[in-house]
């Protein structure tokens, strides 16, 4: 229709107009997500567990969608809170990248309840760049964990979603994943990170 053919606005219509402009402003700024930067090895939040979620209020939800974005943005599968500095036991993991929504996982106050069989594959750590070993893992877990409204629910995962949510977990408890490796290993992995550390490449 062309737009002389439009009837006059009325007074109530623009206020809606200027409403609905300020909503969609508000829309904007709320949806700009507000990422929070991945601190790095050794930073003491990392080396230390998590305290447990006791309360799920809307800012809780909020921290978690801000996780994801920030996840996201670091280009990583999974992002546990210490990682962002906030010693809390909340994790997210979306082993897809963003391909199917129902693989986004929020895991607060997880528990592995059950595990069978063996694994040992690569994984890396955005807390932890350029690292890269393979690590044993249990092939599959069953792990029991609250939701963003606290509701307990159960999980099972095998290979990589398995290695996702032990490696995230092991976050919460202040666990690395180098600290899974053998002894030899380990202590290259540290001199090559202090290596980097005095190149200012850390
Ligand atoms: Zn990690």
Redesign the pocket.
């Known amino acids: 229709m062309p737009m002389a053919t439009k009837p006059d606005v009325q007074p109530d219509t623009q206020d809606s107009r200027r409403t609905s402009r300020a909503a969609i402003r508000d829309s904007i700024i709320r949806s700009a997500p507000k990422l929070h930067p991945v601190i790095k090895y050794p930073h003491p939040t990392l080396l230390k567990p998590g305290e447990p979620v006791t309360e799920f209020t809307p800012e809780l939800a909020q921290f978690v969608d801000e996780m994801f974005d920030s996840m996201y943005a670091a280009e990583g599968i999974?992002l546990?809170a210490p990682?962002v500095d906030v010693s809390r036991q909340i994790t997210v993991i979306d082993i897809s990248y963003h391909e199917r929504p129902e693989d986004k996982l929020v895991l607060i106050n997880p528990v592995v309840i059950d595990r069978r069989g063996k694994q040992f594959e690569e994984e890396g750590?955005?807390?932890?760049p350029e690292i890269r070993e393979k690590v044993h893992r249990d092939a599959w877990v069953k792990v029991r964990a609250q939701n963003i409204q606290g509701e307990f629910f159960e999980v099972e995962g095998t290979d990589l979603l398995a290695r996702a949510m032990l490696?995230?977990i092991d976050?919460l408890h202040g666990i690395?994943?180098i600290d899974r490796l053998s002894r030899l290993k380990r202590d290259l992995v540290l001199r090559r990170i202090r290596k980097m550390q005095r190149n200012g490449e850390w």
């Open positions: 999974g546990a990682q750590c955005l807390s932890l490696h995230e976050h690395l994943f």
